[in-house]
T-cell receptor
Framework: DTGVSQDPRHKITKRGQNVTFRCDPI?????LYWYRQTLGQGPEFLTY????????KSRLLSDRFSAERPKGSFSTLEIQRTEQGDSAMYLC??????????????FGPGTRLTVT | GESVGLHLPTLSVQEGDNSIINCAYS??????FIWYKQESGKGPQFIID?????DKRQGQRVTVLLNKTVKHLSLQIAATQPGDSAVYFC????????????FGKGTLLTVNP
């Protein structure tokens, strides 16, 4: 257990519905990353926050996706009008500046989304 | 585009043997590399990392080797145990200070008792 929690662990939704996922990082970590992982592939970067500021978004993140980290603690990732191609594992990683300026990332258990 | 689908590279070893998992990374400007272990249904678990100014780093039962000339990274696991069975990913930071990681394809390690 890394200390990063995600909720829900599994979500099944019908195409066209909106879904929201939550990530609670390690409390003293100021950075939070979202990744998406499809079956048989490595995680792909979606976006990241430093404190409450969203500093970068991947081009994978279409307009239907939005992420927030309002108080610099937990974060939410919302997908509007879900499509079957959104089915994936959504991973959150918690991070802070460690030795030599590195940001080590510790992943949560993920939210498995299935769009039917 | 080309689909790599579910065909992960696989490595099968006997318990007690040493394992070597290889990874070719993509960006010569990458300055930080990490190996993660992922068990079925779980998030990636940090194993060991290395900065580009090093060529070797050792942890408990694990060693990471970095060859920048050929952009190659390897993970060596000593005395492999059944609990080491998982998918192993290498990841690189090619994004500078934002540390957005780019992951490789993954290798499935199976340890036979």
């Amino acid at each position: 257990d890394t200390g990063v929690s995600q909720d829900p662990r599994h979500k099944i939704t019908k195409r066209g519905q909106n879904v929201t996922f939550r990530c609670d990082p390690i409390s003293e970590h100021n950075r939070l990353y979202w990744y998406r992982q499809t079956l048989g592939q490595g995680p792909e970067f979606l976006t990241y926050f430093q404190n409450e500021a969203q500093l970068e978004k991947s081009r994978l993140l279409s307009d239907r996706f939005s992420a927030e980290r309002p108080k610099g603690s937990f974060s939410t990732l919302e997908i509007q009008r879900t499509e079957q191609g959104d089915s994936a594992m959504y991973l959150c990683a918690s991070s802070r500046r460690a030795g030599q300026g590195i940001y080590e990332q510790y992943f949560g258990p993920g939210t498995r989304l299935t769009v039917t | 585009g080309e689909s790599v689908g579910l065909h992960l590279p696989t490595l099968s070893v006997q318990e007690g043997d040493n394992s070597i998992i290889n990874c070719a990374y993509s960006n010569s400007a990458s300055d930080y590399f990490i190996w993660y272990k992922q068990e079925s249904g779980k998030g990636p678990q940090f194993i060991i990392d290395i900065r580009s100014n090093m060529d070797k780093r050792q942890g408990q039962r694990v060693t990471v080797l970095l060859n920048k000339t050929v952009k190659h990274l390897s993970l060596q696991i000593a005395a492999t145990q059944p609990g080491d069975s998982a998918v192993y990913f290498c990841a690189e930071n090619s994004g500078g200070s934002n540390y957005k990681l780019t992951f490789g394809k993954g290798t499935l390690l199976t340890v036979n008792p």
